[in-house]
């Protein structure tokens, strides 16, 4: 069974920064992609950033230049550093490696 548990969400101003991490266990992990979603009130989860078993990135537009994901095998963990943040980024975000395995979720929310 593959759970996945966020930290690192907070309140913080625009223009700011936060490091979202997540934490993998009951899998595998050096060998999943790993991805970050999030979901503001009223819309649909989508995709930030994913980054497969090799290293290889992938960002959504609205994030590119300003977030990076990472990963560190050794601790099974997943990182999400945001910089420049931005009102619209406030949202819950979420830790998933495919299929359908998701964290619980952590709140970011950006001031204006």
């Known amino acids: 069974q593959v759970q996945l548990v966020e930290s690192g969400g907070d309140l913080v101003q625009a223009g700011g920064s936060l490091k979202l991490s997540c934490t993998a266990s009951?899998?595998?992990?050096?060998?999943?992609?790993m991805a970050w979603y999030r979901q503001a009130p009223g819309q649909q989860r989508d995709l930030v950033a994913s980054?497969?078993?090799?290293?290889?990135?992938n960002y959504a537009d609205s994030v590119k230049g300003r977030f990076t994901i990472s990963r560190d095998n050794a601790k099974k963990m997943v990182y999400l550093q945001m910089n420049s943040l931005k009102p619209e980024d406030t949202a819950v975000y979420y830790c998933?490696?495919?299929?359908?395995?998701w964290g619980q979720g952590t709140q970011v929310t950006v001031s204006p």
């Open positions: 009951g899998t595998r992990f050096s060998s999943r992609t």
């Open positions: 980054i497969t078993s090799s290293g290889s990135t």
């Open positions: 998933n490696t495919p299929p359908l395995y």
